[in-house]
């Protein structure tokens, strides 16, 4: 009689202790995840049936500098771009249908002929040959990917961002390739921009430093030799044991401590900033105030700082209207430079204790207060200031942030420029117009009514499927109406002064073209306003006589975000 077989086990590390039975090995247990030099291996595609899938794989394929060998009988006829590929000699075809012995036969003469990798693209119909491949895979440790079943896979490929030297896999281990997608795609906007350069410059200041770190080691053992110690043993000297203070370091043993200085740098150092780190900074002696001297001994690169500027769009005024990355530099600032526009509740969320200047701009005087305004920046970014200049709306919608972007790159600071909800679009919808509208409006224009150095702008012919938003032209809109009656501009077409959108003491003046005039002559004016014309401005709210007036506007969300910032100030 037989004696029956004792259970196998698995023992994965004797320092550790663990040992699993092969039937209760933990059914989830993390893969190891692999970045694999595939330059010159055969990669095998079984199949044609999923066409675009198949394609995807050969693409990869060939991206990593692999061969593609396509397996399919010769009755499947290629995808147009496959048959591009294998007109080209990337891509070699094998017009017959799979037989085990490929996987043998079409590798590479080095390994007797195996195929490095196969990746089986068939439908469910091929169950039995899907398996077969497989186990025959796994016995050959052949490594084998097959679509709609991980249970027949040896890896699974992950859904994949590269950069230059940057890579950045995602797997959901075979739970859906959308959501590793997804996934994927929410790490990489949390990345700086520049995360390319960043590997790239700390590649090679690794490189550098070894190698100049190696030459030194080579000259401090060459002296030793002429001194006649060259045995291990003379080596270890009294010196051995004695403590060596970092601010009494010679010049060539505080160079041999830039790798680690470099490894603390690369965990504690902003990301993006890594880019910019050179050798000289590395090298750069420690200066002997306690401070810095217990952030050298934590091996924490301290360069001087450098300043920083962010236009930044504060929107049309209400705070809930304010962006989340807007109230971020907003807490972050050292000094803000704002328009004279931006309203007292986005104001009162400047913190206490940073510096304000309001811009000082009257008619007569708006380029000079410019000027000063750019030259009270750029004081503080050369004394190492994080600077924000805040603007009204949006920072690029006739608020010369243009203009201010390359003042600033030109005197050697890039700056951030951050979006604002601009009131050419936000108080068309806080006045119940639509801008576009089916049958009505299928296109907006934003335009100015003050030209450079208050002249009238170049006009624009009607278009009545079309909702006018004119910013800056209340205050001389007896000259503006005439020119657009010119210009063809329908008298009767609804129009709708709105001022101070989205704050407390928002008004909307409805009423028509003919009439804004006498309007503004009626009930004043009431800046920032902006006019808004066109059949848009009827949809919603229908006007049954020659003018109506609404007051106020309740930021409801306001009040919420201000009690949440004024807890998180305390």
Known sequence: MRRPLKKKTVNCSKRLGLSYPLSILPPKMAKLLLADNCQGQIHLVVGLEHL???FARIKSILEVGATPVLVSPQKTTLLNSLQDLRTQGTLEVVDQTFNISHLTQLGRDEVDNVVDKVFVVLDSQYGQLKKDISDQCKKLR??????????LCSFTLLSTYANADFQLGVTTNGKGCKLASRIKRELVSTLPSNIDKVCENIGNLRHRIQQEDKDQLQEIYNRLQLLGEDEDDAVQTFRLNQLVEEFNMT????KLQRTRWLSQLVEYYPLGKLAEVSVDDLSAAYRESSSKAENAQNGILNPAKKGSISLVGAGPGAVSLL???ALSEIYSADLILADKLVPTQVLDLIPRGTEVFIARKFPGNAEAAQQELLSKGLAALDAGKKVIRLKQGDPYIFGRGGEEYLFFKSHGYKPLVLPGITSALAAPVLSQIPATHRD????????TGTGRRGALPNIPEFVKSRTSVFLMALHRIV????????????????AAIVERASCPDQRVIRTTLENVGLAVQEFGSRP???LVVGYSCGIIEKLEKKWEVVEGWDDI???TILDTVSHLSK
């Open 557 to 559: 969300g306001g009040s």
């Open 479 to 494: 000259e503006l109406l005439p020119v657009l009656f010119e210009k063809g501009w329908d008298p009767k077409v609804p």
């Open 323 to 325: 962006t989340l990355g």
């Open 52 to 54: 675009s899938l198949c």
């Open 142 to 151: 052949i490594p084998v990917s097959v679509v709609d079943s991980p249970e």
């Open 251 to 254: 010049k060539e043993q505080k």
């Open 440 to 447: 009505v409006a299928d296109q907006v224009l934003i335009c």
């Open 528 to 530: 920032p306003g902006l």
